[in-house]
């Protein structure tokens, strides 16, 4: 179960600043074809948005492709479909056999993992403490500035003044 886990936390990736897995993969994972895959998502592509599930861009499958030399995504002619945590739980509904559910906990287990790790991480916290300085710096430095921003809001927040009714008096 753990090289399990290991495979599928090689199948995660970052993009677009979300924690994705590729359609090929998920198929893979699933022992279905990856156009079985795609048309299932497309009949339902309601429960499907973007946060969800999105398609890359020409640029960002060449980057990939670049950055990873050899392509596991074979070679289709369309960019491939990427799928984030809340979306692979959302095929666990479509997807109903044995197979896609086991995968499907399985795959749920490495994402919590990696939250786990990401939220664990010792120098979270030093890392916040540096920006709160950094930020503290910026407002010593741009006072004038920052203080000009706040009255401009205030007045913007403020009530209106009052004017004169125009028209007839109905006192």
């Known amino acids: ?6 495979k599928i936390k090689k199948m995660i990736f970052e993009i677009r600043g979300q924690k994705v897995m590729f359609d090929n993969d998920l198929a893979a994972l ?6 079985y895959l ?4 497309k009949r339902n592509v309601k429960r499907f948005p973007n946060d969800f599930m999105f398609q ?3 640029s960002e499958f060449s980057d990939l492709k670049c950055q990873f ?3 596991s995504w074979g070679g289709s002619r ?3 479909y990427v799928f984030t945590e809340q979306g692979i739980a959302m095929l666990s509904g479509l997807l109903n056999s044995d197979i896609a559910i086991s995968v499907n906990i399985q795959i749920m287990r490495a994402f919590v993992q990696l939250r786990h790790y990401a939220l664990a991480k010792p120098d979270t916290d030093t890392q916040i403490a540096e920006l709160r300085k950094l930020l503290m710096l910026y407002i010593e430095k741009n006072d004038k500035r920052v203080n000009e921003i706040i009255i401009a809001l205030n007045n913007l927040i403020a009530q209106p003044k009052q004017t004169k009714r125009i028209g007839f008096n109905t006192d």
């Open 56 to 58: 890359l861009t020409k």
């Open 69 to 71: 030399g050899t392509s």
């Open 1 to 6: 179960m753990k090289k399990e886990l290991a």
């Open 78 to 80: 369309y960019n491939p």
């Open 38 to 41: 795609n048309r299932t998502v």
């Open 30 to 35: 699933y022992q279905v074809e990856t156009k």
